[in-house]
Structure formats: structure tokens, C-alpha cells
């Protein structure tokens, strides 16, 4: 039976595969937040030029649906490799960022517009 994924499995598996090919040299911030960007702007560049109806549709071809999922598949691995490198706990991070954002834009009703 597989066990399932966690973000500290990811990471160690990650932090593995570089490891035994001697890429920890170059998994710097700088290079990892490079890394990141060029496969951000590579998601970018297949929903580029669609229309907004197009965009919501893009998982329906599958040869598209492969491409978009590779995509986020990198974003995330250099997301969790510049996390792991600088000590960044990702999802800690991100709950504490939507607490932030809760108090800074507070729904209808909660005291906001």
C-alpha cells in the first residue's frame, strides 16, 4: 500500500533526488528563486492567450491537461526545495498568511465594506 503524501515527504524526497546527482551546490535561494520563476512563466506561457473561457476548460485536452500538471508539478518542487533550503515550513507560512489576510480583508458582515 503507498503511503500517503505529506509536504515533509515531498521534501526529503526532493532534497534526495538532488542529493544523489550533487545538485545541493546549486540549489541556492537565488537559483531556486530563478528556477521557480521560469517555471512559473512557463504555466503563464499556456494560458497566455486563451480566453477566460478557454482557461477554465484547459484540463479537457489531455495533451494540455499533461502540460499544465507538469508545470505545477515544477513550481511546487522549487517552491518546497527554496522552502526546505531557507527553514520555511510552507503551509505554516501559508496559515498564517490567510490569518493575515482574513484580519485585512474582512468578509461582508465581519466588519468590512
Known amino acids: 500500500m503507498t503511503e500517503p503524501l505529506d509536504v515533509a515527504k ?14 545541493q551546490p546549486y540549489h541556492t535561494p537565488k537559483n531556486l528563486v ?7 512563466s512557463e504555466l503563464v506561457e499556456i494560458f497566455q492567450w486563451l480566453t477566460p473561457e478557454e482557461s477554465a476548460r484547459v484540463m479537457d485536452d489531455p495533451g494540455t491537461a499533461h502540460r499544465v ?8 518542487a522549487y ?21 493575515r489576510n482574513e484580519q485585512r480583508f474582512p468578509a461582508p458582515g465581519d466588519g468590512g465594506a
Open 10 to 23: 515531498l521534501q526529503r524526497r526532493l532534497a534526495e533526488f538532488a542529493a544523489a546527482r550533487n545538485w
Open 79 to 99: 517552491l518546497l526545495q527554496l522552502c526546505e533550503v531557507l527553514g520555511i515550513d510552507p503551509l505554516t507560512a501559508l496559515d498564517a498568511k490567510i490569518d
Open 34 to 40: 530563478a528556477a521557480l520563476s521560469v517555471e512559473a
Open 69 to 76: 500538471t507538469d508545470e505545477v508539478a515544477d513550481v511546487l
